[in-house]
């Protein structure tokens, strides 16, 4: 089954599928063949894998057995074309547990999570990483895989940022995000770091990393630690500044299918 690895990515590939769920998908079909190891794929050695224990023995989310599932049915719908198999995903379906409301960083937080950034070891990145997650709205993928040259200073505009569903986009830099780039792009080349070429946020450990980049768990982090340097009492994470960049347009009266756009 391993043989098809390779040709599976490529189907993903030319779905337009996301480098990270591409990723992910690999990641899980692997650990799923692992665990398989010579037995037959069928449809209960596909629940004991979905139902395994975390390393810590406590039990799995549901999203997450959903995730698994969802690369494991695209893995074997493809191979099942190929003639290899019959798909022992077929039937098999994960319950959804209850979701909590999906925390969103309040027009209130936002000044103090740049007054915390303002504060912190590396200000000018850390206030850089807000404004982008904020202002934009970017994922938190989209926003660690950037280069720094995609940042067009002159003509004001975020180019060739990679969304889901490989759709590229190009932003406009409103004026004050301008500002925040252009001065961390002043400190990062000051750092040694070359100005036109390489990661926009490069880690500070390069020799622990395999990108040069900074890590989207880092990413998520240091957005933790700057609400709780805020004050704000609840633990945020980026999508909660993207949920907060479209709340915030709503309510200065965007039209949400300009939004969605």
Known sequence: MRTHLPAFAQHLTARAAAPRTIESYERTVRQFLDQLEERPSTSTEIEAFLARPRRDGRPRAASTKRAELM?????????????????PTHGITVKRERREATPVAMPSDVPLLFEAAARS???ARNVAILGLLHVLGLRVHELAGLDVDQVDLAAKVLRRVRGKGGVVVDFPLPKALLAILERWLTERAMTGHASSAGPLFPTARPATSRTGRLSIRSIQRLVARLAADAGLGRNLGPHALRHGCATSAVSVGVDLPVLAE
Do not use: K, N, Y
């Open 121 to 123: 070891t590396a200000p």
């Open 71 to 87: 690369a494991l049915r695209a893995f074997f719908r493809f191979v099942s074309r190929e003639g290899a198999v019959v798909d």
